[in-house]
């Protein structure tokens, strides 16, 4: 057995530094891609009008300070259910339910994410970038810094008028803003009346339906973030993936 081992130990050792290399990839670019604007548009796309822009804009700033609510379903986990809260004073929360139970989520406040190790897996696995969470980090945190909290709920500056999806939401008249994919469209119902709130987000990709329901406009929602203990840094939550990744087999 040792003797085999010693024939193999450079091969072994490129294949682990290969699958190393490749999981330090996956976790950069999985969280780079999570919840990244839609790309430019090219000269031939004609974009939305000036109009819509300003309205994006001004709802989007009107979100931003002020607080709400929200819940309804996420096809990206299944069809769990979602819900969020936002207060500007303190911060963004987000709790995903799975239909067993289970409960992950995360938090942002000030600039800086508090992402669950298994929500961030989750996430990447969703992108076909498969990960697991490290032994011993099912709790903890992952600190991510650098992106506004309000871009998580924000609706996208590419989005166009949809006037054939206006509809009427809890009573209320709403304009309908789209952004299209290949895969589906994610629609955006704004009050059509009164602030320019967000009421309603529907998405659709590739047959998978995302619904959630916004509300709650002035409320107080406390967010507690989680304890120090519990946080780590994105580098430290990929030394422990890459060390886990080259950590030779035990014996059987």
């Known amino acids: ?14 294949a682990r530094g290969a699958r190393a290399a490749a ?8 969280l780079a891609a999570c919840g990244d604007d839609p790309p430019p548009r090219t000269p031939e796309q ?5 109009k819509t822009v300003a309205l994006v804009k001004k709802t989007n700033a009107t979100m931003a300070g002020t607080s709400f609510s929200a819940s309804g379903t996420n096809s990206a986990f299944g069809g769990a259910e979602q819900e969020i809260t936002w207060d500007p004073a303190q911060g963004f929360h987000m709790t995903v339910r799975a239909d067993d139970g289970e409960e992950t989520d995360m938090y942002c406040r000030d600039g800086t994410s508090y992402i669950s190790a298994p929500l961030l897996v989750e996430t990447l696995g969703q992108r076909g970038q498969q990960v697991s969470v490290p ?3 099912a709790g903890s945190y992952v600190t991510v810094q650098g992106r506004s ?28 803003l789209a952004v299209q994919s290949p895969g589906g469209a994610d629609v955006y119902h704004l009050a059509r009346s009164g602030e320019p709130r967000l009421l309603k987000w529907d998405a659709e990709l590739e047959g998978m ?16 973030l989680p304890p120090e203990d519990r946080r780590i840094r994105m580098t430290e939550f990929q030394a422990a993936v890459l060390e886990a990744a080259t950590k030779p087999p035990t014996d059987g």
């Open 1 to 14: 057995m040792r003797a085999g081992t010693r024939r193999t130990g450079r091969h072994t050792q490129a």
């Open 23 to 30: 999981v330090a990839l996956v976790l950069a670019a999985g």
């Open 46 to 50: 004609s974009g939305p009008d000036e």
């Open 135 to 137: 032994e011993g980090l």
């Open 149 to 176: 909290c309000d871009a998580y709920f924000a609706v996208p500056e590419s989005a166009e008028r949809d006037p054939d999806r206006d509809a009427t939401v809890d009573g209320r008249k709403s304009r309908a």
């Open 209 to 224: 339906e995302t619904t959630m329901a916004y509300g709650g406009y002035g409320g107080r929602y406390p967010v507690t």
